[in-house]
């Protein structure tokens, strides 16, 4: 089972920074694609970006030119900087990733529980 741990949420003002951090741990074999979607209340989670196992990264159009993310693979951790954020950017982050857990298995995908990030006009 993978396990998948945030962090980095928080309270900024519009215009401002934050970085998200995801690491994964437990019995992993192998992660494919991470990445992180959000959702705001009311609307259905949606991608913000993602980024492949050799570090080609994509974005939603929402968030391109502000936003980064990256991956370190020997920490299985997947990260993303947020800049000139804006309030509509507010919603709860989900970490996920595609992995397996054996070499066995099949490829699953995993999710982490969310962390909130709110931008204050």
């Known amino acids: 089972q993978v396990q998948l741990v945030e962090s980095g949420g928080g309270l900024v003002q519009a215009g401002g920074s934050l970085r998200l951090s995801c690491s994964a741990s437990?019995?992993?074999?192998?992660?494919?694609?991470m990445g992180w979607y959000r959702q705001a209340p009311g609307n259905e989670r949606e991608l913000v970006a993602s980024?492949?196992?050799?570090?080609?990264?994509d974005y939603a159009d929402s968030v391109k030119g502000r936003f980064t993310i990256s991956r370190d693979n020997a920490k299985r951790t997947v990260m993303m900087q947020m800049n000139s954020l804006k309030p509509e950017d507010t919603a709860v982050y989900y970490c996920?990733?595609?992995?397996?857990?054996?070499?066995?298995?099949?490829?699953?995908?995993?999710w982490g529980q969310g962390t909130q990030v709110t931008v204050s006009s």
């Open positions: 980024i492949s196992s050799d570090s080609d990264p």
């Open positions: 437990g019995n992993i074999f192998s992660i494919d694609d």
């Open positions: 996920r990733a595609i992995g397996r857990g054996t070499i066995v298995s099949r490829s699953q995908i995993y």
